[in-house]
């Protein structure tokens, strides 16, 4: 029987937390984004900062 191999476990957590991430980011920017965008730049600048940083280390 073939199992999955742990590296495959690993990216599909991945995948999972990447999803959840974007559907909160999404729900964030469609609420706030209403009423103050230019509010929002310093949390999306940190969002991405921490991703870059996120993707590098998971290389």
Known sequence: MDRPSPRLKI???RW?????ARTVLRGW???YGKFSP???YPVLRHFNRTLIAWGLWCK
């Open 38 to 40: 230019s509010a929002m």
């Open 16 to 20: 999972l937390k990447i999803q959840s």
């Open 29 to 31: 920017l469609s609420y």
């Open 11 to 13: 990216r599909s957590a």
